[in-house]
Structure formats: C-alpha cells, structure tokens
C-alpha cells in the first residue's frame, strides 16, 4: 500500500470537450503537452521525456468524461494510486473544467502540483485556451 496522498487542481478551458479529450488520451495529443513522446502498445502508454520513459496502463475512461492511467511502476508494487484528467462543462460559465487527480509523497506534494500547474499551463499554449 502506498503512502502516497491524494490531490485535485481545477483548471478553467476554453476549448471543446472533444478537443481536450483528445489532448488528454492519445498519444499524439499527449506528445503536445505532456511528454516530449509518446508511444502506445495495447493498453500500455510509454511517456518518453528527454531519454527516460515511464509506462503507464490506460485503465479506464469515458468519452466525454475522464480518463485515468497508472504507473506500471505503482501496479507492480501494488499501490492503489493513479492519475486521472476529468472533463466537464461548468453550468454557470459555460467553460470547460479540467480536473487533474494525482497522487503524491507528502514532502513532494508542493513541487508536484506545481509540475501540473506548468503542465496544464503548456496545454493551454498548445490548444490556445
């Protein structure tokens, strides 16, 4: 079991759903903005960045909705942990709501919401929301 603690970040997008999905769910779109490349095999997503890779299994997702991926390296050790992008419009503003759902160390915590933060940040430029 990890020890790991959860979190969330909320972001406001000015995009369509299908945009988002898309940039959040293939590997071309995931290239953009996540991850210098990204290949995938079956379920498993390999996320490269500059000459290291992780592997993570997509397990689970609804159009429209979310989608969720875990670190083989948390599957092996049997860490119940993930990291998941859901998707929604707010009925007040209209806008797009990209929630982010991870897991972190708590002496990482800090440093981890601000690596999304610079993340979601260069997944705006690239879909210019």
Do not use: C
């Not at 993930?82 to 007040?92: G, M, N, R, V």
């Amino acid at each position: 079991m990890s020890d790991k603690i959860k979190f969330e970040l909320e972001y406001l997008l000015k995009v369509s759903v299908k945009v988002l999905e898309n940039s959040v769910s293939t590997p071309a779109g995931l290239a953009e903005w996540f991850a210098d490349d990204v290949n995938i095999k079956e379920d498993i997503y390999t996320f490269i960045w500059d000459k290291s890779e992780q592997k993570a299994r997509l397990k689970s997702k609804k159009s429209g909705a979310f989608v969720r991926f875990k670190w083989l390296e948390d599957e092996e050790e049997g860490n119940d942990v993930f990291f998941e992008f859901q998707f929604s419009i707010d009925p007040l503003t209209k806008s797009l709501v990209l929630r982010v759902i991870d897991f972190s160390e708590e002496d990482e915590l800090k440093e981890s919401k601000q690596l999304w933060d610079s993340q979601i940040q260069e997944l705006k430029r690239h879909l210019g929301a």
